[in-house]
């Protein structure tokens, strides 16, 4: 009897054991480029680990969008995605309905880039965790530099100046489609971060200084601001002010443009084995604005975040310290070429000799700008619509660059009306 | 439904004062119970949602925390502080938006009533393989919006685009345009795909109308010796204007409420907005449930204004025909 009730528990416990472990969880992953390809390998292997099983939800390519889907789920109270990519600027947007993370990530984060993990940060509790850090760089072709025998620039002035004479030369040349000089120019949020660069690498603040006053409205934004729209139909297709990452990366991996602005991940599509500018593609921090501006490069990269809602939190909060730890952001940079957000993961021989130039890039993200998310909280995303949409006006040529700043800044102020949160 | 009731209503009128006999009453009660489900149906599917959303423009809701809210009366469409003016009707940005959505809307349906006809006129004429015509000219407006707006979207692409490899290669351009990223052209762009995805639809309308016209009307303009064009003028273009005003009617509510199309071209600019992309970005991006609401009921507001100032005109010139 006794042996029969003791199989009994024997049974009940390894049914209990494997039902209490063998879950699944979702996770969304980006699918920009190689992004969904890594990540399935990445949660494919602490699925094998831990005997769970992980489904990949895709989400829209364009970062507005899916934001605005995450709100849509989170806000309804969804348990249907259990771990969240979320973008730095959002963790204080959704940080209502992220799990506090704290206890189980604190140890953890001491070894990450500082400015990454200040972005994970709501009122002082880590609401995520740092997956990969990111800025905006420059994007050079390499032979077409030594053809024109010119140096990689080093002010937006060079830049123009450089993009102007090879454009002129290649079209010479019977290549009437190739063009200067491409970055993001919809009104998106990837306008936001093209347009910070210019204005913070001017000297110009970041729209809202960390005291959350509004300081958009000064000269040296306007000059930065005339600087981009004089590029528009110039060294840059007009289709720019329609671009998003993927169409700046289309037109500069077909080889038709001598300069991009992007993010990291367009360099190991670059240099893939079907492209056709492989080899002849160097990275550069951006330009400063004059002699007396500095590399700006907006501070981007994303971060694993798990949802209030998940019905296997324990679960979901194991997979997101998996995806973030070491072994795992050494992959993804060897593979992926996804900057590490672990700062001893930049001197690691073979992360260096599968991506030279990643060494370079913690110089990038310790002088890289950081946008007003933190200070402006819940009110971030208006701030940014009204700050892209003002720079679009400008950059179509629809309202003088001073002007559309000056109602730029009436518009902000009007929002802060209560203060920020 | 309405007119179930009526008829079965209007025999109890007519009886003397007060008591209905039970027959009666019992019809009644039973045409109740029939139309029962679908007034439950409608009011859970359209007037719940529609109620709500009024509610809410009255409220502060806020998408984070939507059970938590306060009643703050017209404070979302017009509102004093400290001697400014604010709110959705002192907002530029919802005008600019009301106004893209007109322009768009007349635009549009004027395109397509016109091209609908000329397309509807060819159709009713008999020639070969009219059947097949028939159906294929229904296939743009058979694939879900969403769809062929992204489509036009590469074809229309500055770089890659299918349409300016063509003008470029017949010499009618000289420099690919950029149709979707300039606002010059933007809302052309979408006119012209929207113009290309509903004429069908028109067309189709009018041609069942052209199919109920008598043929003697025609045999004795054709005796008479009157030319095509008056014929056209004086006796097809009257009497299918019932048919042709209920289907611009159709379209112009369709037109009013366009988000898909000017999304996916466009997305979020400011310059080529409608009113639905403007709700939207208050109520989804912005998280302003109270704003996005006011916006969406002031949406309904101008479509029920359009429809019955439409309705109204229609009416008046129908009632000049000399008929």
């Known amino acids: 009897m006794s042996r029969l009730i003791a199989s009994f528990a024997a049974a009940a416990a390894i049914a209990a054991s494997t039902s209490a472990f063998a879950v699944e969880i979702s996770i969304s992953c980006s699918a920009l480029g190689k992004e969904y390809e890594i990540c399935k390998q990445g949660v494919d292997a602490w699925a094998q680990r831990t005997g769970n099983t992980v489904k990949i939800v895709s989400t829209p390519n364009s970062a507005t969008e899916r934001l605005a889907l995450f709100q849509q789920l989170l806000a309804a109270g969804a348990g249907d995605i259990d771990v969240f990519q979320i973008d730095v600027v959002w963790t204080g947007t959704l940080g209502n309905h992220l799990l506090d993370l704290t206890s189980k990530a604190q140890g953890a984060v001491g070894d990450h880039l500082p400015a990454m993990v200040e972005t994970s940060r709501v009122d002082g509790k880590l609401m995520a965790v740092p997956w990969f850090a990111d800025a905006g760089l420059l994007y050079y072709r390499k032979d077409l530099l030594d053809k024109y025998k010119r140096p990689v620039p080093q002010t937006w002035a060079d830049l123009t100046e450089t993009a102007r004479l090879i454009q002129e030369g290649e079209r010479k040349e019977g290549r009437n489609d190739f063009w200067g000089y491409t970055w993001q120019g919809r009104a998106y949020e990837g306008l936001t971060t093209n347009a910070l660069e210019w204005i913070a690498s001017y000297n110009g603040g970041t729209i809202v200084d960390e005291k959350g006053e509004v300081t958009i409205e000064n000269p040296k934004a306007i000059e930065a601001l005339k600087t981009a729209a004089g590029w528009v139909g110039t060294v840059t297709p007009e289709g720019v002010l329609n671009y998003t990452e993927e169409e700046a990366r289309g037109v500069f991996q077909a080889g038709n443009a001598a300069?991009?602005?992007?993010?990291?991940?367009?360099?190991?599509?670059?240099?893939?084995?079907?492209?056709?500018?492989?080899?002849?593609?160097?990275?550069?921090?951006?330009?400063?604005?004059?002699?007396?501006?500095?590399?700006?490069?907006?501070?981007?990269?994303?971060?694993?975040?798990?949802?209030?809602?998940?019905?296997?939190?324990?679960?979901?909060?194991?997979?997101?310290?998996?995806?973030?730890?070491a072994a795992e952001q050494k992959r993804r940079a060897v593979e992926g070429s996804f900057n590490p957000t672990i700062v001893s993961l930049y001197s690691d021989a073979d992360i260096a000799r599968a991506n030279p130039f990643i060494g370079d890039l913690v110089g990038v993200f310790s002088n890289?700008?950081?946008?007003?998310?933190?200070?402006?909280?819940?009110?971030?995303?208006?701030?940014?619509?009204?700050?892209?949409?003002?720079?679009?006006?400008?950059?179509?040529?629809?309202?003088e660059p001073a002007q559309a700043l000056n109602r730029l800044d009436r518009d902000l102020k009007r929002i802060k009306r209560n203060g920020w949160q | 439904m309405s007119g179930a009731v009526a008829q079965v209503g209007v025999p109890a009128r007519h009886?003397?004062?007060?008591?209905?006999?039970?027959?009666t009453r019992s019809r009644i009660r039973a045409a109740w119970l029939f139309i029962a489900p679908s007034l439950i149906v409608l009011a859970l599917i359209a007037?719940?949602?529609?109620?709500?959303?009024?509610?809410?423009?009255?409220?502060?809701?806020?998408?984070?925390?939507?059970?938590?809210?306060?009643?703050?009366?017209?404070?979302?469409?017009?509102?004093?502080?400290d001697g400014e003016w604010l709110g959705l009707l002192t907002e530029p940005d919802w005008w600019h938006s009301v106004w893209n959505t007109v322009w768009f809307t007349l635009v549009s349906v004027s395109l397509e009533t016109v091209l609908g006809i000329?397309?509807?006129?060819?159709?009713?004429?008999?020639?070969?393989?009219?059947?097949?015509?028939?159906?294929?000219i229904l296939i743009p407006w058979a694939i879900p919006t969403i769809v062929s707006a992204k489509m036009w979207n590469w074809m229309l692409h500055d770089q890659f685009g299918v349409i300016n490899d063509m003008l470029l290669r017949i010499g009618l351009i000289a420099a690919p345009i950029t149709w979707t990223a300039n606002p010059d052209t933007a809302l052309w762009t979408a006119v012209m795909v929207d113009v290309w995805k509903h004429t069908s639809f028109m067309a189709l309308l009018i041609l069942a109308a052209l199919q109920m016209l008598p043929q003697d009307i025609y045999?004795?303009?054709?005796?008479?010796?009157?030319?095509?064009?008056?014929?056209?003028?004086?006796?097809?273009?009257?009497?299918?204007?019932?048919?042709?005003?209920?289907?611009?009617?159709?379209?112009?509510?369709?037109?009013?409420?366009?988000?898909?199309?000017?999304?996916?071209?466009?997305?979020?600019?400011?310059?080529?907005?409608?009113?639905?992309?403007?709700?939207r970005q208050q109520l989804v991006d912005f998280q302003e449930v109270g704003l996005g609401s006011a916006a969406s009921t002031l949406i309904f507001l101008i479509i029920a204004l359009l429809v019955v100032i439409t309705l109204a005109a229609g009416r008046v010139r129908l009632g000049e025909d000399p008929r």
């Open chain 1, 259 to 325: 300069f991009m602005r992007n993010w990291p991940y367009a360099w190991a599509l670059a240099q893939g084995p079907d492209s056709t500018i492989k080899d002849k593609v160097g990275i550069a921090p951006l330009p400063k604005g004059g002699a007396d501006g500095r590399h700006a490069g907006t501070l981007g990269g994303q971060l694993l975040a798990v949802s209030k809602y998940s019905k296997n939190a324990a679960a979901a909060t194991d997979l997101v310290m998996y995806l973030t730890g």
């Open chain 1, 368 to 399: 890289a700008v950081a946008r007003p998310a933190t200070v402006t909280g819940q009110n971030y995303n208006k701030v940014s619509t009204e700050f892209f949409n003002a720079v679009h006006q400008a950059l179509s040529k629809r309202a």
């Open chain 2, 15 to 23: 009886q003397a004062q007060g008591r209905r006999s039970s027959l």
């Open chain 2, 47 to 81: 007037g719940w949602p529609l109620v709500r959303t009024i509610w809410f423009s009255f409220t502060d809701a806020d998408l984070n925390n939507l059970s938590d809210y306060d009643f703050i009366g017209f404070e979302n469409y017009l509102a004093n502080y």
């Open chain 2, 118 to 136: 000329v397309v509807a006129l060819i159709l009713n004429a008999a020639f070969p393989g009219r059947g097949l015509m028939r159906a294929v």
């Open chain 2, 219 to 279: 045999e004795a303009a054709k005796v008479d010796g009157v030319s095509p064009i008056r014929v056209f003028l004086r006796v097809t273009l009257p009497l299918i204007k019932p048919a042709l005003l209920v289907a611009v009617i159709f379209r112009s509510l369709d037109a009013l409420r366009v988000f898909d199309l000017i999304y996916v071209l466009t997305s979020n600019s400011k310059d080529t907005a409608s009113m639905s992309v403007y709700a």
